[in-house]
């Protein structure tokens, strides 16, 4: 369905306050999904990947777009117009229920973001994000039975903060505490998860995947 396009590291595919309904459905690459607060502050909201919809909010709301979502890395991506995707989503309930457990499951992992803030310190809340993202996102290393992944999307210490919940400050600090124990090693460009199930348990996580 829909009309294919291209799109450069760091090109928006979407803007924030934009009127227009269609959907992407990303067929490469990685995006990021950014909002604005009136303050001017720019919190990164979700990473989406390969095989995610992306727009489905404005689409199906009728309301400007929530967020700006802008390409890490070389993106492929089909632009579906929202009346030929309820057109599909009719004639396919199956279609229709992976929508929905989709749609539940950004639901469950956002609530999840607001029982964390309650419920753990920062580092913890911290290595929740960062298990959760390197379970649905992260590359298996050879060799290491999926004990170590590597997370090659290109996040900064600001953007994860703002995932967890944490002043800049306390985000440092907390990937510091994980860093030291061995949990995950930093470069430029990436992180790596050194030992998942250490860090799942750090994180007081189960198997499930809330993405």
């Given at each position: 369905m829909g009309i294919e396009k291209n799109y450069s590291p760091h090109q928006s595919l979407l803007q924030q306050g934009d009127l227009s309904r269609h959907v992407l459905l990303l067929?490469?690459?990685?995006?990021?999904?950014t909002a604005s607060s009136e303050s001017g502050?720019?919190?990164l909201l979700a990473v989406r990947i390969a095989g995610d919809l992306v727009g489905e909010m404005a689409a199906f709301e009728n309301l400007p777009r929530s967020g700006t979502v802008v390409a890490c890395n070389e993106v492929t991506a089909r632009i579906i117009q929202l009346h030929s995707l309820e057109t599909f989503l009719t004639q396919k309930p199956d279609a229709m229920k992976a929508i929905l457990r989709m749609l539940s499951a950004r639901l469950r992992w956002a609530?999840?973001?607001?029982?964390?803030?309650?419920?753990?310190?920062?580092?913890?809340r911290f290595a929740r994000v960062l298990a959760e993202l390197g379970q649905a996102y992260a590359r298996p290393m050879p060799g290491e039975g999926g004990k170590r992944r590597v997370l090659d999307v290109t996040l900064t210490q600001k953007e994860l903060a703002s995932l967890a919940g944490l002043a800049l400050p306390t985000a440092e600090k907390s990937l510091a505490t994980l860093t030291t124990l061995g949990l995950v090693q930093c470069s430029y460009r990436n992180i790596t998860i050194c030992?998942?199930?250490?860090?799942?348990e750090f994180a007081k996580l189960g198997g499930e995947n809330p993405y």
């Open positions: 067929t490469r690459g990685v995006v990021k999904v502050d720019n919190v609530n999840r973001r607001r029982i964390d803030y309650r419920s753990y310190d920062a580092p913890t030992d998942v199930p250490r860090l799942l």
